[in-house]
């Protein structure tokens, strides 16, 4: 839910909200000008004491990391060189949502230098950090906004100090520009040549200027192409994958046939060490680790092994059991029907994966008294304790280097394949880089879990007075930090009760948009052990969807048009106006063919307001359209996102991050899922696990920006998400003229044949050349 | 263990590795060419998508005992070249349109998005939407739109 609480924009550019808290700046000793700024006042966090029935409205998740990460942001420095560029080491991880290029951005914006200049890198992991390292929760730019636009300021300040000092002038009849101070006289002098006199030998205190206010923005606020692009298009960005560490040579994991399984024994060590190009094998946790010279090698000894496996965490467990499980546990309904003015409803949403294209991967060299790691990890700090503990050495003895990661999802929040890495390199005793296989990443990796949603709705003498939803799921793996921030910061957070960390996750995210008098909406968990984690928007596409689904049956119910009935329930003016903007731009109400209808849904989160329209075509010619080897189906051939993001940082990646949200919704509404059999997911490649591709994507997106309702930025990562999701499931249901209550809609077809489950990875085809064009 | 020898990026090598070694791991493990991306190794995520002799294929599922001494592979490494430029047009379409989040995949979209434009302009005509709708490569941000542009304009300076 958007908040109301956000102060006015300021003209004089003082941080605002979160920014009431004051900063410490200083000037770092170092041989070339290094600021560093730190928090302090972490109880001034701009989350009030909450009365409202929904605390997501007043203090949500992006709040609880703000406050977490108060007492330690400080410790961030911007740097800036002889050779007149600046440099930054993020304490966050860049996985496409294009953090680097909005904190570059930042810097340049309050340096005064060209964006060009400026060069983010990924910081190691920090301990001192505590829980201010974490990528997640869609919370980085809000997080970071106005610590590191302060370290730039600060920054600027001194190399204006230092040139007056130099001219013996007044600093403030000094200008800076691109990277350069000038005086009215028409001295010049580069940030490069002033670097070095601006250092400092001693770290000392320094003045915190102001910061610029948004009418002073000339990159800030403007459409900026990523920094990294052009390295991406040539081939030469450096994933962990491509990276090369003396002797780390690739390794891959012969795996269980179920989830978690064990290694009871390896039957053919001798004959799969003597084939070409193996150099070790190991047993570990869950499989058996092969080091080769080649990971094509790698995979050929994972066809000869011969393992004899232990039982896993979920064996008895099917699509089915699980579902049984999760009905059986939810929550009740207490408000009681009152027949005819009920719209009663239940949904299911299958397993789904979170795995990026990129394969989870690391390298370790772990040594008797030291281990470094490099991988692309989200709470770094996190990894780096668990794996000191594994491996019996002292904190201070490992290095966590953080990689860029061929995306995420949700995926880096957790060290899995670091962990293994590292226990792989120390029981072999030599360097490894360690990669799961594509198959790996589907059957062993973390999911999405299976959960239900179920929604009551009374309606009397016209209006709804009652909205309920019971979110039941296979239970959510948070321990990879955002437990230990709530559990720091319990005694601040605006829910009531021993709720578990998911049960505080869920009511800081959720939020019903509508005023539909008493409305409850409540998680219930089942325990059962598969590899789960958040992906992106956690729990919001599967409540939205549901609730959305159900608004669609109230108008229909109440003879009212879906976006007329929304107007007049909607308890908030951004998602109005959102809504609004989507219905004009998206030609809400445009005659369609039979088969084919718009849907809508609106959702707000992450102080952001979002709505989503579509056009999806059901036809029959289109449903039955021929690609080769393809999943067609339902092709949404429309969207229009319109989106208030409060203030858009870099409006190009902000309209990014909105077209893969909606990709990712017509993959969960329509085509995405892993089907669980007998302990293990069935899928094991792209050709099993549906995600949209080129023949699914809709062939027109249009995403509009709102004129900026505020001076600081929401959280945009994850937000397209759960509106595009809801308003593809509304689109079909109105084509078809039935509501679907299991998601994907084509689930209940296995439209494909498994790959065996063993060999755990399959062997790579031959036929490479056949296939050219 | 033996020989292979062929010519990549403009430069001819020898390798000594097993026949049954997929090309993508002589790039990627012997080579050091790490532009084509490991998605899948089975012929579907296409992140590995380069050209033999101007055609785009999956070196991940090719034994490289089947590439012949005369045969001229081509990563995204070496696509500039091709065209005598620091920046294939396709590239610098790329750029233009800012297609990429995280990059993983564009590698291999790249490679495929020039070999498509040249298949149709080899059957006389444009790409059109359903020529794209062909293209398998998976990009899990949901670059889709932004590759369809791109490919549409970089077709354009080729």
Known sequence: MVPHRRSPDDSDGQPTGLGRRRFLGYLLAAPTLAIGVQLFDPQSADASIPTLPQPEEIFDLGDLQNLAAAPTAGLISVQVHPDGTASFAAHRCEVGQGMTTAVAMMIAEELDLPLAKVTVTLADARPELLMNQLTGGSNSMRSIYLPVRTAAAIARQQLVATAARQWNADPATLRTANGVVTAPNGGAATYGSLATAAASSTTVAVAVPALKSPSQFTILGTPQNRIDAHDIVTGRKTFGMDMRVPNALPTMVARPPTINGTVVAVNNTAAVLAMPGVTDIAVISHGVAVRAQTFGQCIDAIQALRVTWGAGTVDNQSDASVLAALKAAELPLVVPPLLTQTVDAEFTFAFASNAPLEPDNAIADVRSDRAEIWSSLKVPIVALEAIAAMLGLPQNAVTVHVVPGGGSFGRHLFHDVAAEAAEASQKMGKPVKLSWSRTDDFRQGRTHPMCTSRVRANVLLGNVITYEQRHTSVQTDFGHGLGEMITATAASLPVAGNLSFAETIFELSQSSPYNFGVTTQLLNEVPLKFNTGSMRNIYSPNVVCAQELVVDRLAAMMHQDPVAFRRQYLRDARVLAVLNKAAEVGNWGATLPKGMAQGVGVHAEYQAAIACLVEIDCTPATVNRQIPNAVTGPRVTKATIVVDPGFAINPRGLEAQMMGGMNDAIALALTSSLHIQHGIPLEGSWDNYFYTRQWNTPLDIQVVIMPNTSTSPSGAGELGVAPSLAAVACAYARATGTMPTSFPINHGTLGFTPFPLEPSTPQSPTDGLVNTF | ?158
């Open chain 2, 1 to 158: 263990m033996s020989s292979h020898t062929f010519t990549v990026n403009g430069t001819q090598v020898t390798v000594d590795t097993d026949d049954s070694v997929r090309l993508l791991w002589v790039l990627r493990d012997i080579l050091g060419i790490t532009g084509p991306k490991y998605g899948c190794g089975l012929e579907v995520c296409k992140a590995c998508t380069s050209h033999i002799n101007g055609k785009a294929f999956n070196p991940c599922s090719v034994p490289v005992s089947q590439i012949q001494p005369t045969d001229e592979i081509t990563t995204i490494e070496g696509l500039p070249a091709t065209v005598g430029k620091d920046l294939h047009p396709m590239q610098q379409a790329w750029l233009d349109a800012d297609v990429a989040q995280c990059g993983y995949c564009q590698p291999g979209q790249i490679m495929a998005a020039v070999a498509k434009v040249k298949q149709v302009r080899a059957e006389g005509r444009e790409i059109t939407d359903d020529d794209l709708d062909q293209i398998r490569n998976i990009c899990r941000c949901g670059t889709y739109t932004r590759i369809r542009e791109a490919i549409k304009a970089g077709a354009q300076n080729m």
